[in-house]
């Protein structure tokens, strides 16, 4: 365990070094803080435009943080040759993996922190006459981004045990859109009792094997603040639930490919 964290420490640090990223990040705070003076473009109340903005920006930002964090974790180690010297230590490489994996977490963490710091400030500036349980609802939406994001760099650190950081990039891209837009489709023909057994079984397959992200934009309900579900918590700990069981089997996969693989 010791192992695992001083991996995860390391990788903390060479994130937040990392120039690329603070770019993104200061990219994103950027928009948090003008995304007041874009209520005047719409007619729509100034909550709405407020509130769909800037939970935008930080999903749009921390996925390409997730995204662009995790692709060079492994390539960059075996490029510098680091990673000889790292196995070279009593450490398995399934250690280094969950490692890179927890570091690269960690600090995406601590940056969709710092977003959500500025949209809570950005929002209490410009809704005075907001409650505290308005504030707390917002707050909501970034804890679950984060949970995603969690799982979008499990995907991504999947693919980068066996392609390229540019290949990479872009198919952990298509995963996140596919499992944002199209899953609630796939799902609805998986279900489909009128549809031939071929179609159904393809989108079953697909509905099974690519995570549903859509399921943590919960920032639908807060903005047009429409019914709640019968038992919002229990919702919650099933999507959470659903993240981790993702997570690990896209771990375990790339575990078990890293194991195997010359590097």
């Given amino acids: ?3 695992i964290l001083s991996i995860a420490k390391t990788t903390i640090g060479e994130a937040i070094r990392r120039r690329v990223l603070l770019v993104i990040l200061l990219v994103g705070v950027l928009f948090l803080v003008i995304a007041p003076g874009l209520s005047v473009l719409s007619l729509r109340q100034n909550y709405t435009v407020l509130t769909s903005f800037t939970l935008g920006v930080i999903q749009l ?29 009593p450490v ?3 250690h280094f993996l969950l490692g890179k994996y927890l570091g690269a977490v960690g600090a995406l963490g601590m940056m969709m922190l710092l977003m959500s710091t ?16 308005d504030v707390l609802q917002l707050a909501t939406a970034p804890i679950f981004f984060f949970v995603q994001m969690s799982l979008l760099a499990a995907v991504a ?20 859109l596919v499992g944002t837009l199209f899953s609630p489709v796939f ?4 279900n489909n009792q009128t549809l031939p057994a071929a179609v159904k079984g393809a989108a079953t397959v697909i509905h099974s094997i690519v995570p549903n992200f859509a399921q943590y934009n919960i920032q639908g309900g807060i903005i047009n603040q429409g019914p709640e579900l019968r038992s919002i918590e229990l919702y919650y700990v099933q999507i959470v639930v659903y993240a ?15 194991d195997r693989k010359e590097v």
Avoid: C, H
């Fill in 61 to 89: 930002t921390s996925a390409v943080i997730a995204i662009v964090l995790t692709v060079y974790l492994l390539p960059n180690e075996v490029e510098r040759r680091t990673i000889y010297t790292i196995l070279s230590k």
């Fill in 244 to 258: 981790l069981f993702y997570i690990a089997a896209f771990l375990i996969a790339g575990m078990m490919i890293f």
């Fill in 1 to 3: 365990m010791g192992a």
């Fill in 118 to 133: 500025v949209l809570v400030l950005v929002f209490r500036i410009m809704q005075q006459q907001a409650s505290m349980d």
């Fill in 187 to 190: 799902q609805d023909l998986s």
């Fill in 157 to 176: 650190m999947f693919f980068s045990t066996f392609v390229s950081p540019i290949v990479n990039f872009f198919l952990s891209g298509g995963v996140y």
């Fill in 92 to 94: 398995y490489r399934w």
